[in-house]
């Protein structure tokens, strides 16, 4: 992988030390490109000339293909969405409830993940069990934990991929392993996991997925993708519904719901400029190889978390062992509060990252346009700090 020309593109690497893809990733100027260059061809030739028209379907079709070619899945089981959280929503408020029905997350999760769960507790009587994990949990314990949760009566386990606190990577196919034969439901949310580790819906055989296109894919806010296992498809309601959600559209005294189509849950208009934009996202990220960037990013994680382990002061939240790691790093700085630290890599060396409320620590995204002189330098500020 050539980094120093990967980060040539990337604008962003000129004017700071950008460790904050968790949140948001930077994204190359040929994505921000083709944004600008779809605007102006709306613009000049109007947004519903019948060329622009039809060149708009053609990025939207291209965007879904890309989304289910990157995470390994049919083009039928993808729909895109705005992001993740819409994505996990479609799933969580159309499925079935009755109360009773069990769901299982942990406490290092994400709001998108616990606050969808309490509502079905608030409107069905769905009971919430929050599993206690440890920031740097392993992986047997984290199955030991969810198999004891297991009843007759869980209906869905919730987890992130990667634990967006720590960077925990959780054992998915492991999980699924308890879950299938029980009939239990895996719902996983993406966020920190797409353009990050390398996705394949096949292999991991989970039932919902859903991922963002502006954290570790690099592309812009406003797009990301759901996945439903074909089978399921059915069993998920649309919550908004619209012409797509009709056999029958445009039939005043006649209808039909869509049942078996991911198409059921998308509305009317929506910004085809981002959707472009994605779609550059997805070809830079893929053209790099998404299996050397999880290496890559493990790789310059590994060196964080070891140059970090033995200082006097510092405590490494995130997991040692790499089958358990990512390219999230948290940390605390004994004396100082998360904010503190944030505030002054920022103020004092223009390094950005951000802090995480639970556990409470400074949260580093290493991804791979980062350079091992960029790691080196966070651990020397950091040690200044103590
Ligand atoms: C685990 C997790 N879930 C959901 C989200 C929200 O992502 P989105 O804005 O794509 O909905 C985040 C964002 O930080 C996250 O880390």
């Excluded at 709001?111 to 507790?121: E, F, G, H, N």
């Excluded at 630290?341 to 004092?348: A, E, I, K, M, T």
């Excluded at 960029?374 to 020397?380: P, R, T």
Aim: hydrophobic content about 40%.
């Amino acid at each position: 992988m050539d980094v120093l020309k990967i980060r040539e593109q990337l604008p962003v690497c000129q004017q700071m030390t950008y460790m904050n893809t968790g949140w948001s990733g930077p994204s190359p100027a040929t994505v921000v490109n083709a944004i600008k260059e779809r605007l102006d061809l709306e613009m000049n030739q109007g947004p519903t000339s019948s060329e622009v028209y039809l060149s708009g379907r053609d990025i939207q079709t291209k965007t879904r293909e890309a989304m289910a070619a990157l995470i390994n899945a049919s083009i039928d089981e993808v729909c895109v969405t705005r992001n993740t959280t819409e994505g996990l929503n479609i799933v969580m408020n159309g499925l079935s409830w009755e109360e009773g029905d069990e769901i299982i997350t942990c406490d290092l999760e994400h709001t998108s993940v616990l606050v969808p769960s309490y509502y079905q507790q608030h409107r069905h009587g769905a009971v919430v069990k929050v599993l206690q994990f440890d920031p740097n949990e392993n992986r047997e314990s984290v199955l030991e934990k969810i198999s004891g949760a297991i009843t007759d009566r869980t209906k869905l386990v919730f987890l992130s991929h990667v634990e967006y606190s720590t960077g925990l990577r959780i054992p998915v196919k492991e999980i699924r392993q308890l879950t299938k034969d029980r009939g239990i439901l895996l719902l996983l949310d993406g966020a920190q996991s797409a353009g990050h580790i390398a996705l394949d819906m096949k292999n991991l055989d989970c039932d919902f997925y859903s991922i963002p296109g502006q954290k570790w894919l690099l592309g812009p806010e406003g797009v990301g993708a759901l996945f439903i296992r074909q089978d399921l498809i059915a069993q998920v309601q649309p919550t908004f519904v619209a012409g797509r959600s009709s056999l029958t559209p445009g039939n005043p005294y006649g209808f039909e719901p869509a049942v078996e189509t991911m198409d059921k849950f998308l509305l009317t208009s929506t910004s085809v400029a981002l959707q472009a934009g994605t779609l550059e996202a997805v070809k830079f990220i893929t053209d790099v190889g998404v299996a050397s960037i999880e290496d890559r990013d493990l790789d310059l994680s590994t060196i964080m978390k070891q140059a970090l382990i033995n200082v006097p002061g510092v405590n490494v939240l995130s997991p040692l062992d790499r089958q358990d790691s990512t390219g999230l790093v948290s940390i605390t700085v004994d004396g100082m509060t998360p904010e503190e630290v944030v505030g002054r890599l920022w103020q004092d060396h223009r390094i950005v990252c951000r802090q995480v409320s639970f556990p409470p620590g400074v949260r580093i995204s290493l991804h791979f346009f980062n350079t091992e002189e960029e790691v080196e330098q966070l651990v020397e500020v950091v040690k200044g700090l103590v």
